[in-house]
């Protein structure tokens, strides 16, 4: 067996777009050794200056609840409950739809704890401060190796950084290597920065 290669992944939860390319980097995982590991960022944080509309802004600021609750867990029980939660606050806020419904968002994280064993109490993190040096400390380490021009996901391997890859579908299978042996052979270069389209598509989560 190949020693598997650690892949970080940033991603704020409410994002669809780290949505599909987690869960394709978990599909990669299946066809080439290497070894995900989930890193929190915040849109929120990522915005907070910049010149973006006011409805987005908002839609930021109340998806820090989740950014705040996986900070919480991760304090309390060790960076491996970051991506059980991960999981479970993705499909019910994306999958089953429930990002749709702001009001339901405390639904959502207590039931994301409850599914990976934690108490739902944390949600109670969802109102608080108290861990956004945190969330800010990893959300600066990630942003730090692109720059603020992008957003998430941010993947890091080895000395190799870079925002997306974007997609609007999980590709499967050694699909999913071939893709992830792409988005290496062009990130790995330096003078390498940018290749983009219109998207056309919105994310499926199936």
């Not at 994280?109 to 599914?115: D, R, S």
């Not at 190799?160 to 699909?175: H, L, M």
Request: proline letters at 6%; hydrophobic letters at 40%.
């Amino acid at each position: 067996m190949a020693e598997k290669i650690p892949v970080d992944l940033w991603f704020d939860p409410s994002c669809p777009f780290a949505w599909v390319t987690s869960r394709w980097l978990l599909e990669v995982e299946k066809v080439r050794p290497i070894e995900p590991r989930w890193r929190i960022m915040s849109l929120h944080f990522l915005n907070e200056d910049k010149d973006v509309p006011d409805d987005y802004k908002q839609r930021a600021a109340r998806a820090m609840g989740s950014v705040r609750t996986v900070a919480a867990a991760a304090a309390k029980h060790g960076e491996e409950v970051v991506g059980p939660m991960y999981t479970e606050l993705g499909t019910r806020l994306h999958n089953q739809g429930m990002g749709k419904q702001p009001e339901r968002l405390r639904e959502v994280i207590e039931g994301a704890l409850e599914a990976v064993g934690l108490d739902r109490g944390l949600a109670d993190a969802m109102g608080s401060e108290e861990w956004d040096d945190d969330i800010r400390v990893s959300h600066d380490e990630g942003i730090n190796l692109v720059g603020q021009e992008v957003g998430t996901p941010i993947i890091r391997v080895g000395p190799n950084a870079f925002f997306g890859p974007v997609i609007t579908k999980i590709i499967r299978g050694e699909d999913a290597g071939r893709l992830w042996d792409g988005v290496l052979a062009v990130t790995a270069f330096e003078d390498f920065f940018e290749l983009k389209r219109t998207r056309t598509r919105r994310p499926a989560f199936d």
